[in-house]
């Protein structure tokens, strides 16, 4: 897709007080702004947002890798190193899918939950199918004999599908993007989210949902780094995957408490202490869910 060049100083200036201005960096092209942001980390650096208009070498879930038409997604990923247990920190990919979806939220009009969803932890839905998802790599400093295992940084990966017309046919049934599902284009809640094309349609800016993202994440993460600390009651309101929902745990690293490489099914049945998802199985056991994706049976 054609596309104007990507407006960095507009993202900037919307960001202003934030621990992300200042430190915002574009590129057209890249091979995995998570592979960027892992080297910037592995050399020191504890700060960094790195934003490009396409990817050749992205990653999902499973190491799963995608090429994206420059101007159709918005790839980001946000460097960070809040001096937090690390036991808080397993709570990343939750807390970046609740900033994502609020972003859309506030960028669009679409409703929490009812419309833009999430599937737990990382996966973002829109009317029922995947139009975003996170990826987190995290180091921790080691634990001690007085202090527990700290993170030393996160690498927040963020890709969302904003302005694919269409998908391959093997996953179009599954997959959409934020253009694909609005009704019209110019009822979003920010005009500058639009600009007219070629063919009289309307392209989506990509600058205003990268400002709203790193918004919502620095709130997020100030409420994580307080004394509130990460968020454990009420997900409910943000996500129809944590309690009540018949799933299908695609199980892929098992544990003695999980020993079923092929999976299982079962209904959700909330968040243990740590975050992890509690899912009632078929056999009648609780089963916590510590790696694996969830799909519909």
């Known amino acids: 897709m054609s596309t104007d060049a990507f407006d960095l100083r507009a993202v900037e200036e919307a960001i202003v007080g934030t621990e992300f201005a ?30 490009a208009d396409t990817q050749t070498a992205g990653r999902g879930r499973g190491s799963r890798t995608w090429h994206s038409a420059p101007g159709d997604g918005l790839y980001m990923t946000a460097l960070i190193s809040p001096s937090i247990p690390m036991q808080s920190a397993l709570s990343l990919s939750f807390t970046t899918a ?16 009812d419309q833009i969803d999430i599937r737990w932890p990382n996966d973002l839905l829109l009317n ?39 998908f391959p046919p093997e996953i179009d049934a599954i997959a959409t993007s934020v253009r694909r599902e609005l009704p019209d284009p110019l009822a979003l809640r920010q005009e500058s989210f639009t600009r007219s094309v070629e ?75 740590h975050g992890f998802l509690r899912v009632l199985g078929g056999d009648g056991k609780l089963h916590t869910v510590l790696s694996g994706g969830l799909r519909e049976p």
Request: proline residues 7%; charged residues 15%.
């Open 199 to 273: 063919n009289s349609t309307k392209c989506l800016r990509r600058e205003p949902l990268s400002a709203a993202i790193l918004l919502a994440l620095d709130a997020e993460l100030r409420r994580l780094t307080s004394n509130l600390g990460p968020r454990t009651s009420n997900l409910e309101q943000f996500s129809s995957w944590i309690s009540g929902k018949r799933v299908r745990v695609e199980a892929r690293d098992p544990t003695p408490n999980d020993p079923a490489p092929g999976g299982y099914t079962g209904v959700t049945a909330g968040l243990d202490p």
């Open 22 to 51: 200042g430190c915002l960096m574009h590129f057209p092209t890249v091979a995995s702004t998570n592979d960027l942001a892992l080297a910037a980390a592995q050399s020191g650096a504890r700060h960094g947002v790195w934003i």
């Open 128 to 166: 029922g199918r995947k139009c975003g998802g996170i990826l987190i790599d995290t180091a921790s400093n080691p634990a001690t004999p007085t202090q527990p295992a700290i993170l030393r940084y996160a690498v927040l990966g963020i890709g969302i599908n904003v302005n694919h017309s269409s």
């Open 98 to 113: 609740l900033a994502v979806q609020s972003a859309i939220a506030s960028v669009t009009g679409f409703r929490i939950r």
